[in-house]
């Protein structure tokens, strides 16, 4: 009798794992959106593309390897940054908060909160927190 119960409970248990696995199934292809939470996706590193000191990093819809695009917040703790780097495809920074220093193509540029910039194909540019509160910055790009 405990053997039949234990196997009806599993198979109980594999229906409704299979029922929510469609249920999510359903909701990606059917409702249209995908919904992240960033303190499930948050990553500590160095500043990217070698700029070094300590970032924080929220690569949204990573799993999402059908869209075209990367939507990306990147935190620029005291002391870090992007490393100057050449651009592939068209990039947008925006300045959601702090202080920052580009340099683009030889150029050397301050942004700050509310600053958006457009980098073009085949340029060189990088990013450096400056001041004492952390920079940060929505990144978007095509992948």
């Keep these: ?7 009806f409970c599993l ?11 469609s249920f999510t199934k359903l909701q990606k292809e059917e409702i249209g959106y995908i919904l992240e939470h960033e303190k499930d996706i948050a990553v500590s590193e160095p500043g990217t593309h070698k700029g070094g000191g300590n970032s924080t990093g929220y690569r949204f819809f990573k799993a999402a390897t059908d869209s075209k695009l990367q939507f990306t917040k990147r935190i620029l703790h ?3 940054a992007i ?20 340099s ?19 340029s060189r540019h990088g990013l450096k927190q400056i001041g004492n509160e952390d920079l940060v910055v929505i990144i978007n790009y095509n992948k």
């Design 1 to 7: 009798m405990r053997k039949k119960l234990t196997i």
């Design 11 to 21: 198979a109980i248990l594999c229906f409704t794992v299979g029922i929510f696995a």
């Design 78 to 80: 005291p002391g870090s």
């Design 83 to 102: 490393g100057y780097h050449l651009q592939q495809e068209e990039e947008i920074y925006y300045i959601a908060a702090g202080m920052g220093e580009m």
């Design 104 to 122: 683009m193509n030889g150029d050397t540029f301050f942004v700050t909160t509310g600053d958006a910039i457009l980098t073009l194909p085949d």
